[in-house]
T-cell receptor, first 112, second 111 residues
Framework: DGGITQSPKYLFRKEGQNVTLSCEQN?????MYWYRQDPGQGLRLIYY???????QKGDIAEGYSVSREKKESFPLTVTSAQKNPTAFYLC???????????FGEGSWLTVV | DAKTTQPNSMESNEEEPVHLPCNHS???????IHWYRQLPSQGPEYVIH???SNVNNRMASLAIAEDRKSSTLILHRATLRDAAVYYC????????????FGSGTQLTVLP
């Protein structure tokens, strides 16, 4: 089945460590997105990419980095510079000609 | 991005209709109105979208005001599985940036 796969589902990180969240889609979508969600809050855009080898900062890009070397993959690295990284992270994708956004199941990151 | 305003929470009884309102007084002529819903610890799920006319699909109906400054998502018969956070979002398909999700409406369905 087509869809978006995020991994891992749950991740624990020690302070000062970088961690990378994986996002893979087999929907042949051009655009991919990363959102952060804190408990009881809406989604905030971290980064987005419309095409391979190109990406743009969203509203809360500080402390995060991304790459888009392949169309189907858009990994997010949470760096040690991110002061409050504990959150629920959501990856999404969309066809540039379509209206619907498809989301992955999300990844929970906890800093211990 | 144009802003939307939704109530923080609503309750409904099972098997009754639910009307979820959304105000978007600064909507532009090219903005589509989208609705998504999110169950706990899951990614949001597409529900419906429209531009000017009312829309129906197997999940819900979308009623759009004539001046487009407000809209209502209608669930015709609420079930317990409809309990979720519902997001009303505006999106201009000509803009490359992804749209902004606010805090939405938490729908509670009572058995």
């Amino acid at each position: 089945d087509g869809g978006i796969t995020q991994s891992p589902k749950y991740l624990f990180r020690k302070e000062g460590q970088n961690v990378t969240l994986s996002c893979e889609q087999n929907l042949n979508h051009d655009a991919m997105y990363w959102y952060r969600q804190d408990p009881g809050q809406g989604l905030r855009l971290i980064y987005y990419s419309q095409i391979v080898n190109d990406f743009q900062k969203g509203d809360i890009a500080e402390g995060y980095s991304v790459s888009r070397e392949k169309k189907e993959s858009f990994p997010l690295t949470v760096t040690s510079a991110q002061k409050n990284p504990t959150a629920f992270y959501l990856c999404a994708s969309r066809s540039l000609s379509g209206n619907t956004i498809y989301f992955g199941e999300g990844s929970w990151l906890t800093v211990v | 991005d144009a802003k939307t305003t939704q109530p923080n929470s609503m309750e409904s009884n099972e098997e009754e209709p639910v009307h979820l309102p959304c105000n978007h007084s600064t909507i532009s002529g090219t903005d589509y109105i989208h609705w998504y819903r999110q169950l706990p610890s899951q990614g949001p799920e597409y529900v419906i979208h429209g531009l000017t006319s009312n829309v129906n699909n197997r999940m819900a109906s979308l009623a759009i005001a004539e001046d487009r400054k407000s809209s209502t998502l209608i669930l015709h018969r609420a079930t317990l599985r409809d309990a979720a956070v519902y997001y009303c979002i505006l999106r201009d398909p000509l803009q490359p940036r992804q749209l902004t999700f606010g805090s939405g409406t938490q729908l509670t369905v009572l058995p």
